[in-house]
């Protein structure tokens, strides 16, 4: 079984650019989430999405947003990029929602905002 | 969100068990203990996941207090592959019993010597 996929693996961008990363999940799996890595702040949670819904989001401003197709993909998008958005983001899927089921991540994508 | 607490760093030689610490004192009924790995240039890695009881998978064990404000993440016999950033999170479910996330706290690193 194919995992998760994350494309562009590397993106290098300008402040005040968008941004649009994907993500295409294990097949069979129907919940997406996504965080951003940082050096200094850690994994933090951003949103995530179950049967094209977001069920849940975290502390992040509206200039982040996502949206999941029916197909489970999800992408998600950065408007008026900042310097501080320079981050891994990383993908995850599950097979279902709830708190007892494993999450499997992709290797993320590196943004870079100049 | 019930916060976890982990040493900063450890370290091991290789081929002997290693046991990981993790205090989660505000632990609540519902929340599932997970512990997730992740390797330099990866995403995390999932490692095993419990409620109550002890579980055992082919990567580790997990060994969680009768009164559950911590638990142990146990590697029988630690390699050179598993120096790594070892997470413990605690898995809380929203209201509504379906939306979950997960709050990563900083991690224990993990060295293993020859």
């Known amino acids: 079984k194919a995992g998760v996929t994350q494309t562009p693996r590397y993106l290098i961008k300008t402040r005040g650019q968008q941004v649009t990363l994907s993500c295409s999940p294990i097949s069979g799996h129907r919940s997406v989430s996504w965080y951003q890595q940082t050096p200094g702040q850690g994994l933090q949670f951003l949103f995530e999405?179950?049967?094209?819904?977001?069920?849940n989001k975290g502390n992040f401003p509206g200039r982040f947003s996502g949206r999941q197709f029916s197909n489970s993909r999800s992408e998600m998008n950065v408007s008026t990029l900042e310097l501080g958005d320079s981050a891994l983001y990383l993908c995850?899927?599950?097979?279902?929602?709830?708190?007892?089921?494993?999450?499997?991540f992709g290797n993320g994508t590196r943004l870079t905002v100049t | 969100d019930a916060k976890t607490t982990q040493p900063n760093s450890m370290e091991s030689n290789e081929e002997e068990p290693v046991h990981l610490p993790c205090n989660h004192s505000t632990i609540s009924g519902t929340d599932y203990i997970h512990w997730y790995r992740q390797l330099p240039s990866q995403g995390p890695e999932y490692v095993i996941h419990g409620l109550t009881s002890n579980v055992n998978n082919r990567m580790a064990s997990l060994a969680i207090a009768e009164d559950r404000k911590s638990s142990t993440l146990i590697l029988h016999r630690a390699t050179l592959r598993d120096a790594a950033v070892y997470y413990c999170i605690l898995r809380d479910v929203s209201p509504t019993g379906t939306a979950s996330k997960l709050t990563f706290g900083t991690g224990t690193r993990l060295q293993v010597t020859l």
């Open positions: 995850a899927s599950s097979p279902r929602q709830g708190n007892n089921s494993p999450l499997h």
């Open positions: 999405y179950f049967s094209e819904t977001q069920r």
